[in-house]
């Protein structure tokens, strides 16, 4: 019975002390224990500052003179010092009531160099990275700059290349800077591998891609190389095509780049899936424009029912329909086509929704980066003015006539929205080049020789657009001086006025004779419409006639003397080319003749006609077709040798330089074109040629090739077919037929430093037996 009463009394014990504890327990939770207040800050002081003041130090700190020092404050203050990127190291502390900042400050960078590095140029280089001379030094900041010099040799293919930076010690607490770059390999494309296709073949679908795999024919290529970007683009063009071939959902589901443990190789690896094809259903228009009507522009739409999908026939659609907009003087339009998708009948629905907004007229017209060139030879170029309806058409037209003048690198013109909904600002920016030139030459040619010459031109004299040329040339062949001055714009108006005087000494060896002519020309040229134009000239000459002394054919001799030329030309020309020096689309066409006989002993009509057409294939290969032919009769008189016409290189290349066409012939000459050239008075020829791009890296060098097939014939000559010498010999006339010469054969231009360079390579397929092919022919030339 004690026992349990003991029990009992410890129970109520041990349950009264638990009781105690918890309300201790909260009694101090509620009444918290006192703080010791922080000291008071009474001063400070900065050691190790060498550059930097110490009231910059103290502008970081977030503790001041009078405030309580914390624990907390002060790592803050620690941490805002270092991210300013001044100091090597800090360290923030309290010596009493002093608050003690001491730091290591970084060094100053006196110069930053590049080692190693061979395929980027310095100056490359130093535009990347962020650190400067004279500037803070800072290791986060080169890590930074490594990381960017890295990305640009990645850009170019050199996922291998290695930096190294290197520090310097200088004394002052300055360091020279230098990135060791080990730049490594390219890593090139070694395969590109396709998963999913079924409709089209690997070989097809690489084909479609700017990204090619790395062969070591293709060396001038730099689409080899591995570029993220590029696989972007590429992944772009898969689905644009896979569109426009009626798979619309098709969609690629990854692309991956994986790189070789060597770092010398990329394998692309693209799984895709094309889905099933698609037709057109059913396409309509909507227009919140009443001059718009859609039944006027159904017939205009690239897009049909039934026919295979194709996005670019949709993009095509609404290019169409923007310009008809802009013809309308609509240069806002907002054209949106409404794709509706019906997987079960596997078509698409479009509809054509043109937004209400109204006609827009030009408000301004702004000229931005003509440094040189007068603002109003620019703008006596275009078609429009300030208060003209906006007119697409003119805008395009003005830009091509802009770029024509050719004082530009580049050309833009843009709408801009004006100052109301009906108005816009058309902005031309424009990037000149050079357009004078002082330039001596030295080249050969496989049929100048050594030629030398000296010129003094301005293309655009004083910014006023008009020319002005100097010139002098020496080679075996010919000596020239020509003094030429053309005003485009003559008083004002769309009126080119020109003088020429001209000094030539020509030896024209395969005809037997030599030439000296002094004359000058005056001319002029006016619009007829937009692409068409009106040429008129007047001319006088006098030409002096010297037969070689080592031939007594009849065929030659017959033309020594002084001859007196007077002339009028007139005829007109049409060009819609895109590109003067280097035409990508459109046609030109030159029609001209010559009448001789107003004064003067010569008395002649000469026709002459030229006709190109260049049509872009696809990219950048552009298909060119062009025909040529010309006619002089005599006037109560034969046509004398010098007045002939001539043919072969280059017209037609895989000749010599007249090369074709009549030729004398006796019996005691070796071959049968041992004979001199005759010339004749008619000629045809014609040409196609395919210009083909040779990859990204041969463009940069401005290397081109082209391939193609010549074909002409030069015949009608005012001579017997024999003639007998003063010493009895027999000359006999040969290869006087109009049955047509033809050659193929591939050329290569380079627009090298010593100036351009080109080769052909031409084969004469089809030719008489007394003319003179040539299969390997050359141009170089340079300018200093």
């Known amino acids: 019975m004690v026992s349990k009463i003991y029990k009992l ?39 190790g500052n060498q550059r930097i003041e110490k009231s910059t130090i103290e502008s970081y700190l977030l503790i001041n003179v009078g405030d309580a020092y914390t624990e907390q404050l002060g790592d803050a203050s620690l941490k805002r010092l270092y991210n300013t990127g001044l100091f090597s190291d800090v360290d ?91 730049e490594g390999a390219k890593s090139v494309i070694g395969k590109i591998n396709f998963m999913g296709n079924k409709v089209f073949n690997n070989n097809i679908l690489r084909e ?80 919140e424009i009443e001059e718009l009507d859609p039944e006027f522009l159904m017939p205009a739409l690239y897009t049909k029912k039934g026919q295979q999908y194709d996005s670019s026939a949709i993009d095509t659609t609404v290019e169409i329909l923007t310009e008809i907009a802009g013809l309308r003087g609509y240069a806002f339009v907002d ?7 019906n997987r079960a009948e596997r078509t698409v629905d479009i509809v054509y929704v043109i937004n209400e907004t109204p006609r827009v007229y030009v408000e301004e017209i702004k000229i931005i980066d003509n440094v040189r060139t007068h603002d109003k030879v620019i703008r006596r ?22 770029r024509a003048l050719q004082f530009f690198k580049e050309v833009t013109i843009e709408q801009i929205e004006g ?54 040339d020496v080679s075996k062949r010919r000596k020239q001086l020509e003094l030429g001055f053309t005003e485009p714009y003559f008083l004002n108006r769309r009126l080119a006025v020109g003088a020429d005087i001209f000094l030539r000494d020509i030896n024209f060896i395969e005809s037997g004779f030599r030439q000296k002519t002094v004359g000058t ?66 046609q030109l066409l030159i029609i001209n003749q010559e009448l001789a006989g107003l004064g003067g ?65 006796q019996s005691s000459f070796q071959e049968l074109y041992s004979g001199y050239t005759l010339g004749g008075n008619t000629f045809y020829t014609a040409r196609a040629e395919m210009f083909i791009p040779l990859g990204g890296g041969a463009r940069d060098l401005g290397i081109e090739a082209s391939a193609y097939v010549d074909a002409g014939a030069l015949f009608n000559v005012d001579a017997e077919d024999s003639l007998t010498s003063a010493s009895g010999v027999v000359y006999s006339k040969l290869g006087d037929t109009p049955k047509p010469r033809v050659s193929i054969g591939v050329g290569f231009s380079w627009k090298s430093p010593f100036g351009p360079f080109r080769i052909d390579l031409a084969k004469a397929i089809r030719s008489q037996p007394s003319d003179e092919t040539e299969f390997f022919q050359f141009n170089v030339g340079t300018r200093f």
């Open 521 to 586: 020309t005056i001319r002029s040229g006016f619009p007829l419409t937009e692409y068409v134009i009106m040429n008129l000239s007047y001319g006088l000459t006098k030409d002096t006639v010297l037969t070689s002394f080592f031939t007594e054919s009849p065929y030659i001799l017959g033309n020594n003397g002084n001859y007196i030329t007077s002339f009028v030309s007139y005829g007109f020309s049409y060009n819609t080319l895109d590109y003067p020096q280097k035409p990508n689309r459109g």
């Open 381 to 402: 170029e275009l078609n429009l003015i300030e208060g003209d309806a906006y007119n697409s058409q003119k805008v395009k037209r003005s830009e091509v006539r802009v």
């Open 601 to 665: 002993n010569e008395k002649y009509i000469k026709t002459t006609a030229q006709y190109d057409i260049y049509i872009p294939v696809y990219k950048a290969w552009v298909f060119n077709v062009g025909l040529q032919g010309g006619h002089i009769e005599g006037l109560g008189k034969d046509i004398r040798l010098n007045k002939r016409f001539f043919l072969g290189n280059p017209k037609i290349r895989g000749f010599k330089e007249a090369g074709l066409g009549p030729r004398e012939w």
């Open 335 to 341: 054209i949106r086509p409404q794709v509706r998708r």
């Open 92 to 182: 923030v502390g309290r010596r009493g009531t002093t608050l003690v900042v001491t730091v290591s400050e970084n060094p100053i960078i006196n110069r930053i160099v590049f080692e190693g590095n061979k395929y980027k140029d310095d100056d490359d280089l130093y535009e990347e990275i962020q650190l400067r001379p004279r500037i803070v030094f800072s290791r986060a900041k080169v890590r930074a700059d490594v990381q960017r010099i890295l990305e640009i040799y990645r850009r170019g293919g050199r996922f291998a290349a290695a930096v190294d930076p290197k520090i310097i010690q200088l004394e002052q607490n300055r360091v020279n800077l230098v990135f060791e770059i080990s």
């Open 419 to 472: 100052s109301a909904a009906d108005k816009t600002v058309l902005e031309i920016t424009v990037e000149e080049q050079p357009t004078g030139e002082l330039s001596a030459g030295l080249g050969f040619s496989s049929y100048e020789g050594l030629l030398v010459n000296f010129s003094v031109a301005e293309r655009n004299l004083l910014g006023k657009g008009q020319f002005v040329r100097l010139g002098a």
């Open 208 to 287: 479609k891609m700017v990204s090619v795999e790395s062969r070591w024919w293709k060396f001038l290529a730099s689409e080899d190389t591995y570029d993220p970007d590029r696989l972007n683009y590429d992944k772009q063009l898969l689905r644009d095509f896979y569109r426009e071939q009626g798979y619309a959902d098709f969609r690629i589901t990854s692309a991956v780049a994986e790189l070789s443990p060597d770092k010398k190789f990329f394998f692309i690896n693209i799984s895709v899936e094309e889905g099933e094809l698609y037709s057109f259903g059913d396409i309509s228009i909507e227009s």
């Open 9 to 47: 009394i410890s129970i109520c014990l041990i349950a009264i002390f638990t009781q105690l504890s918890l309300i201790g327990l909260v009694f101090a939770q509620e009444t918290p224990l006192s703080e010791e207040p922080g000291i008071v800050i009474s001063s400070i002081e900065v050691i």
